[in-house]
């Protein structure tokens, strides 16, 4: 096997680099032009008012849904609870199906889930990559859009898991969504 010399290689890339500064340069600020350019093309294309809405802080206007007080069998500050543990089993990389399983198990109740979905409301989330909830880069970009519960479990739930993906179908449609 050859001998590799760190030391010669990085002798030979930081020539290489005093050598080429002017287009290292020029494909440097060609990268930030397209970034940029991505930016304001994708932004203008969701109209001028779309430069200046944060949409991390949830301005997609959202109604809750109808729910009949005398069938719910959990208090607000649960559901508020359950809202908040669905979100965070399912913002992270990579989603904890037994959280979301334990709960759908204590919402087979048509109003408890609608309840949660309620408090859920609308939080953004990032499709097109990673899924979750969206970082700094996501945010500047315009990379991610609202979504209520439903459509976070559709998201972030799929067959691969099918005990919780049937119970989470049962308990949405049992409380008049579609999955």
């Given at each position: ?37 991505y930016t304001i093309v ?90 979750g909830s969206p970082n ?21 739930v799929g067959y691969s ?19």
């Amino acid at each position: 096997m050859a001998n590799f010399n760190f030391q010669d290689k990085l002798a030979k890339t930081g020539t290489f680099i005093s050598n080429n500064r002017k287009p290292l340069l020029y494909v440097g600020g060609a990268v930030v032009l397209v970034i940029l350019g991505y930016t304001i093309v994708s932004r203008t294309k969701k109209g001028i008012t779309s430069l200046f809405t944060d949409k991390s802080k949830g301005e997609t206007p959202f109604e809750d849904v109808e729910i009949d007080d005398t069938k719910v069998t959990i208090s607000d500050s649960i559901a508020n609870s359950y809202a908040n543990q669905l979100y965070g089993a399912m913002s992270n990389a990579g989603t904890d199906e037994d959280i979301i399983y334990a709960i759908m198990k204590k919402l087979e109740k048509k109003d408890d889930f609608r309840k949660v979905y309620n408090k859920f409301g609308k939080r953004s989330y990032v499709g097109l990559t990673t899924g979750g909830s969206p970082n700094a880069l996501d945010k500047w970009l315009g990379n991610y859009e609202d979504l209520d519960l439903v459509q976070w479990l559709n998201e972030e739930v799929g067959y691969s898991n099918y005990p919780t993906y049937s119970l989470i179908k049962k308990v949405v449609n049992n409380a008049g969504f579609s999955m």
